[in-house]
Every structure is written in C-alpha cells, then in structure tokens.
C-alpha cells in the first residue's frame, strides 16, 4: 500500500503490471480484498492495466517508448479488454 500511496501522490493517471492482480491475493495481512485497486481506481480515480504483456519489449531490451493506449468501444462497462500499443 506504501507503494500505491506514492504513486498517486505522483499525479499519475495509469498503473499497471503483468498480472491480473496489483497485491497478493489473497492478502495475507488483513481480510481487506485487493486494497491497491480500492485506492488507486475508486478513491484515486487512477486507471488499472492488467495483464500487460511486455515480454517482446523486454526481449528487445527496449526501456524506453510511446505508450498509447486507446478507449473502449463500449460505455458503463467497469472492465474492458483494449490492447495497448507501444512505439519505440
């Protein structure tokens, strides 16, 4: 939670990982099920990428690019499946 506090205090507007979780599930320290997600999309309003796959980046040792991200095609939904795209 110390890591997700400071990021937001950074103004970022997105997070993420390749995983489908951003802490251990289930959490060993509390009954509180994923706290991160709590913080950052409902009290922070900061987006969370799931399952980002950054494997052919790192492959090509590429630590640096373009990040674009498009939006959904559909409305009121609170999970959807878009496929970013990074440009180096």
Same mark, same amino acid.
């Given at each position: !939670?110390?890591?997700?506090?400071?990021?937001?205090?950074?103004?970022?507007?997105?997070?993420? =990982?390749?995983?489908?979780?951003?802490? $251990? +599930?289930?959490?060993?320290?509390? *009954?509180?099920?994923?706290? $991160?997600?709590?913080? !950052?999309?409902?009290? *922070? =309003?900061? +987006?969370?990428? @799931?399952?980002?796959?950054?494997?052919?980046? #790192?492959?090509? *040792?590429?630590? @640096?690019?373009?990040? $674009?991200? =498009?939006?959904?095609? +559909? $409305? =009121?939904?609170?999970? #959807?499946?878009?496929?970013? #795209?990074?440009? +180096?």
């Amino acid at each position: !939670m110390e890591a997700a506090h400071w990021l937001a205090e950074q103004g970022i507007i997105a997070f993420g =990982g390749d995983t489908w979780a951003s802490e $251990v +599930y289930p959490n060993p320290k509390s *009954k509180e099920e994923f706290p $991160v997600n709590q913080l !950052m999309l409902t009290k *922070k =309003g900061i +987006y969370n990428l @799931e399952l980002i796959d950054s494997r052919p980046l #790192v492959k090509d *040792k590429v630590w @640096e690019f373009l990040f $674009v991200l =498009g939006q959904p095609l +559909y $409305v =009121g939904s609170t999970q #959807v499946n878009i496929n970013p #795209v990074a440009i +180096y």
